[in-house]
């Protein structure tokens, strides 16, 4: 084990480059100054990628996007519409919300491409040789073992590495996750076997009992059959019951699309990831019969359609086992609802990397410094995905889980105060994007490291 032989050094493996996993980079690259981490990226695939086009970021992900030094070339290739929800299942409609957000903190749509793009350069892969970060390509994680030295790394191609932390940030069907559960699961068996089953069950993602069917749309088509198309220029939700389009401009050519469909009695059905298929056309066009006319004119102007039954991971007990961690959508994959999964990721990474890069932390004291993050990230993002998957129903306009003061059958006639109460359910459900920054979860930690190593000092 050559590389624990630097014990000043604090060596740091990330398992996966996606969106989490690069910002956790470019977080540690940035405010690690005056301390030496070594940090080596696996990646499954030959090269960074992303699928799906579009992404929405707002304010809390700015932010802190400002701090790691990319959030004014990510200015220069965002777009920032107004946002409006509409109730859409009639041939008239009604605009019954407008974010009322000030410019300055409304939200950003960009290509997914994009944004690794902003990561990778960020880390300024390729301009220079570079200690800091060494990545490593079609490597492909299956397990790990960890003791008190440090994390032993397994890989699908029989390799190993060690570490002395070890970042999963693997995505939903995460091999961290999965590895960290069933070992948690046994270490519960000989003292508590219905804990152990329910901490299997926690590896294992399960459909959000939705299908989003996504596809993007060319605006020079939409364009040409009506020039003042609302979807050319403002991000949409074309609300109505069971179903909701999620609409916006990710580049003065592309708009990108996302219908997103109940199937009821499908919630919690196992699914081990997010399956995607295409489909034909139609099958979008009959779910919107009816539906107000500008909605079909980008429907019937679609490109390419591709069904996604998502899948999301149930709250975590943990997030932390020892000296291993997950971030990003292997700890809480969610419905993308709230703008929601990837900004998680983002603030995971802020976190996490901050707390990794303090002088005082290192390999001995690790393993609470992990507990740290797992108590600030952990409610955090499991109430984003709560706020997430109402959303989504308030969208829907779902009998059953709209907010307790407004009237269902009130909102079906299409009466507008009614709907208007409804817009404001969803200003409330998604204020916390800008009402305040993660500095303040920050803060928290920080104080928390600080009373940590007091109590060391004291012993
Ligand atoms: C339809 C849809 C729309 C969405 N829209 C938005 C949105 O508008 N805004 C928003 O904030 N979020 C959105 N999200 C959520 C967002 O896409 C995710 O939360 C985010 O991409 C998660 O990033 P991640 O880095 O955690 O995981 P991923 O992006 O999944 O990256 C994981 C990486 O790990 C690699 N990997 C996997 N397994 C292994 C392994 N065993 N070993 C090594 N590497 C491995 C993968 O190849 C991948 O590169 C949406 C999600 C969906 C499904
Ligand atoms: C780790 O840091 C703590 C607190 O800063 C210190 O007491 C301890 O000696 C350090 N351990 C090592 C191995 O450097
Ligand atoms: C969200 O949290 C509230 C309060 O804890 C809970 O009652 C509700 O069931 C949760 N909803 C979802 C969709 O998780």
Known sequence: MASTHHNDVLRIAICGGGIGGLSLALALKTFSRNKKLLVDLYEADPSFTEIGAGINLWHRSRYILDQLGIDDSLKTRSFSPPMKVRRSNTPDGILYYESQTPGDVASVTLHRREMLSLLVEGLGFGTEPDSFIATHFSKRLTGYDQDSSGVTLHFQDGSTAHAHVLVGADGISSATRKAMYSQLAEHAQMTDPDRADSLMTNGTPIWAGIHIYRFLIDAAKIRAVEPNHASLLQSIVWGGEGIHVVTYPISPTIINAAMCVDIPGGFGTLLSEHTKVPVAKEEITQLTEGWEEDLQILIKNSGDIVRWSVSQVQPL???????????????????????????????????????????????????????????????????????STRMGKFFQLHPDHLPPHVDFEKTRQGDRAELEKLGNAIDDLWSFHYTEMPSEDWKRAKSMLDEMLQADGGR
């Open 317 to 387: 007990p943990q997030f932390v086992d020892g000296r291993v961690a997950l971030l990003g959508d292997s700890a809480h994959a969610m419905v993308p609802f709230a703008g929601a999964g990837a900004g998680q990721a983002i603030e995971d990474a802020y976190i996490l990397g901050l707390l990794l890069s303090q002088p005082s932390v290192n390999t001995s004291n690790i393993a609470d410094v992990l507990n740290i993050y797992d108590t600030i990230r952990k409610p955090f993002s499991q109430d984003v995905a709560n706020r």
